[in-house]
């Protein structure tokens, strides 16, 4: 079974910074794309950064300048820092990755995986 824990939500004053973890066990093979996404209430949830196995990055618009992505692939981890945080970010985060597994039987699994969400308020 594959599972991803994410850490570092929180409330903090606009303008203030945080950093999100997010770390992913089981039996890996490999980590391809991790996402972070996120979802304010009464909202659709929306793609907040992704980045790819090579470090390839891409951010809604949103947060470009003010969030950055990056993995520590040794540690099958994804972070986002943000920074200048807005009240418009205040929505629940959640890190999903596209990652391929293998079961007991030998066989391979290639699945996206979900975290559980981190709250993320940003008091005005």
């Known amino acids: 079974q594959v599972q991803l824990v994410e850490s570092g939500g929180g409330l903090v004053q606009a303008g203030g910074s945080l950093r999100l973890s997010c770390t992913a066990s089981?039996?890996?093979?490999?980590?391809?794309?991790m996402s972070w996404y996120r979802q304010a209430t009464g909202k659709q949830r929306e793609l907040v950064a992704e980045i790819g196995e090579y470090g390839i990055t891409n951010y809604v618009d949103s947060v470009k300048g003010r969030f950055t992505i990056s993995r520590d692939n040794a540690k099958n981890t994804v972070y986002l820092q943000m920074n200048s945080l807005k009240p418009e970010d205040t929505a629940v985060y959640y890190c999903t990755a596209n990652i391929r597994s293998y079961e007991d039987s030998g066989a391979y699994t290639l699945a996206d995986y979900w975290g559980q969400g981190t709250q993320v308020t940003v008091s005005s």
């Open positions: 089981g039996r890996i093979v490999v980590i391809n794309t």
